[in-house]
């Protein structure tokens, strides 16, 4: 099964992917909001709300307001391994903020304030049901299923110091989407993340190889803090980002830059110039003024 979150211009609803059209899962504003109902699954299988043309409507954020983004860095062997580092014993792990994030086709601000902005496609983790401290097979279980993010990245601010968390947190910079696939619509073992940069391939990669699982994270981050549903684990990006290109290579204004992944979809966001519009209307969602 796949959800996604429909923007119908002023309000925002819940939906179930059926072929070519979406249909309304009736009081659930979003897929989020949809997950916090223990028996999600069966609500949305049985829907029967109002149908949408998958093209006839702007697609939106799965869940506006996820208590814990979590997020690792150094996911992939292939890449940790062609930089000459050891493989990690442990993941390096940072974290998001609900502000930080944005839907699967709104464009990304190039901030004044940095002009080293770069990709990074990540599959994510979308929990389903809570989970604390829990092994492997039980942190499976708690798994809803799986979305794309592309980690925009502000470099020269998450370089300012050894952590990397003020390079990462910008408001509406993380786009996540389009659907949540469940897990038994998405194999792991075959599926391969992809991100372009004005259609020129930089990332290609398989997702299998993934040094820590998606179960071994959840089980790994619900040993220090419960994981609730609709939370979000962005789990890595392969090599092919701009910051190691010789020379560096990062998003400009114009530029547009896609996250696909098998079997889930793509993300596509236009990158724009940051102009005082932008910025009032930033203001406006987020202080709510």
Wanted: charged share 20%; net charge negative; hydrophobic share 40%.
């Amino acid at each position: 099964m796949k959800l996604i979150t429909l923007d119908l211009g002023g309000t925002t609803v819940a939906a179930r992917v059926d072929g070519d059209s979406y249909v309304e899962i009736t009081g659930h504003r979003d897929v989020g909001s949809l997950l916090a109902h223990e028996e999600w699954r069966s609500i949305a299988a049985a829907a029967d709300g109002a149908r949408h043309a998958a093209g006839g409507v702007r697609r939106a954020m799965l869940g506006a307001s996820p208590s814990k983004i979590m997020c690792v860095g150094l996911n992939y062997r292939g890449h940790i391994e062609e930089m000459g580092r050891e493989l990690p014993e442990y993941p390096t792990v940072f974290a998001k903020f609900p502000d930080t994030l944005c839907g699967p086709d709104d464009p990304v601000i190039a901030v004044k304030d940095d002009p080293a902005l770069d990709w990074e496609g990540e599959l994510v983790v979308v929990i389903g049901k809570t989970v604390y401290r829990e092994g492997e097979a039980a942190a499976a279980a708690a798994i809803a299923g799986y979305t794309i993010a592309n980690d925009i990245s502000m470099r020269s601010w998450q370089y300012r110091s050894q952590e990397w968390l003020q390079g990462k947190i910008w408001a509406r910079s993380t786009p996540v989407g389009p659907v949540l696939v469940t897990p038994d619509e998405f194999d792991t073992s075959t599926a391969v993340l992809r991100t372009t940069v004005n259609g020129e391939v930089m990332q290609s990669h398989a997702v299998a190889d993934l040094l820590f699982s998606p179960a071994r994270l959840v089980s790994y981050l619900s040993t220090m803090v419960p994981l609730r549903p609709g939370d979000l684990i962005l789990t890595g990006t392969p090599g092919g980002v701009g910051r190691a290109m010789t020379p560096p290579r990062y998003l400009t204004a114009g530029d547009t830059v896609e996250v696909s992944i098998d079997g889930i979809g793509s993300l596509r966001n236009e990158v724009v110039a940051e102009s005082p519009q932008h910025v009032a209307d930033l203001r406006r969602v987020l202080l709510r003024v």
